[in-house]
Structures are given as C-alpha cells and as structure tokens.
C-alpha cells in the first residue's frame, strides 16, 4: 500500500512539473525488473532474471531542444 501512495504522489508531482518549462531539468531515474522465461524446447528449466536499473537525465531548453540520458543496467540470470 505504501508503494501505491508513493507511485501515486510522484505522478501528481510530474504533472505539475509538466506545466512549468524550465531552461535545464536534471533527473534520475531507478528501477528493478524481474523475468521468468520457461524453455519448454530443449529443457525444463526455468531461468529467472533480476536486473538493477538506474539511470540519468539531462535537458536544456533553448533555441534548440537537447536531451542526454544515460542508463545502466546490472542484474543475474539464474536457472532453476
């Protein structure tokens, strides 16, 4: 329940911060992924991965619009 409010409040502060146009805007972003895959041709197994995201933004609104992201992924990929 916790997670949903926090999901909840930073989609109304985006949407705020959508009405405003500010000249540069950094952002991070962090994230977890978590994937079963079933290999049903060759085996049985049923490899699960986990992966760490996390990442960076820049924008700057001038004459020209310019936009750098970086992002970094890290994780396992097990069998069971």
Same mark, same amino acid.
């Given at each position: 329940?916790?997670?949903?409010?926090?999901?909840?409040?930073?989609?109304?502060?985006?949407?705020?911060? @959508? &009405?405003?146009?500010? $000249?540069?805007?950094?952002?991070?972003? @962090?994230?977890?992924? $978590?994937?079963?895959?079933?290999?049903?041709?060759?085996?049985?197994?049923?490899?699960?991965?986990?992966?760490?995201?996390?990442?960076?933004?820049? &924008?700057?609104?001038?004459?020209?619009?310019? $936009?750098?992201?970086?992002?970094?992924?890290?994780?396992?990929? &097990? @069998?069971?």
């Amino acid at each position: 329940m916790r997670l949903q409010i926090i999901f909840i409040s930073l989609l109304f502060t985006t949407t705020l911060w @959508a &009405q405003i146009t500010p $000249e540069n805007r950094w952002g991070i972003t @962090a994230g977890w992924t $978590e994937a079963a895959i079933g290999d049903q041709h060759i085996s049985p197994l049923l490899y699960q991965s986990d992966v760490l995201n996390v990442g960076g933004l820049f &924008q700057h609104r001038g004459q020209t619009f310019i $936009e750098v992201s970086l992002k970094f992924g890290i994780g396992t990929n &097990q @069998a069971q």
